[in-house]
């Protein structure tokens, strides 16, 4: 059975840098995309960036763009996240989620009506101070 488990969430002040990790527990197969979601109060939950090592895709948000770097660790089986210039608007919990068939980086992060078939994290809170 496949769990994710996120960490490094936390307190920051705008223009501070935190960088999340997703470490996968079980079996998962590497050619399927893996990437960051994040929902914040009274919105709905949105991918932000994504992964596909299989062909060497990326996906950014275009919020994000710019200020967030994803990476996959496959050999410590970990997917991160450096935040980079945190704004009080990152203010989200943020969930490590991959999918059950193949996708694009971009397919992963927004096909939203295959959110419900994607694996996902518990989540972790990123609050963020102006």
């Known amino acids: 059975q496949l769990q994710l488990v996120e960490s490094g969430g936390g307190l920051v002040q705008s223009g501070e840098s935190l960088r999340l990790s997703c470490v996968e527990h079980?079996?998962?197969?590497?050619?399927?995309?893996i990437g960051w979601f994040r929902q914040a109060p009274g919105k709905e939950r949105e991918g932000i960036s994504c992964?596909?090592?299989?062909?060497?895709?990326?996906y950014y948000a275009d919020s994000v763009k710019g200020r967030f770097t994803i990476s996959r660790d496959d050999a410590k089986k970990t997917v991160y996240l450096q935040m980079n210039n945190l704004k009080a608007e990152d203010t989200a919990v943020y969930y490590c989620?991959?999918?059950?068939?193949?996708?694009?980086?971009?397919?992963?992060?927004?096909?939203?009506?295959?959110?419900?078939?994607?694996?996902w994290g518990q989540g972790t809170q990123v609050t963020v101070s102006s």
């Open positions: 992964i596909n090592t299989n062909d060497e895709s990326t």
């Open positions: 989620a991959t999918d059950q068939q193949w996708f694009s980086a971009q397919e992963s992060c927004t096909k939203t009506a295959h959110y419900d078939n994607k694996f």
């Open positions: 079980g079996y998962l197969l590497d050619y399927y995309a």
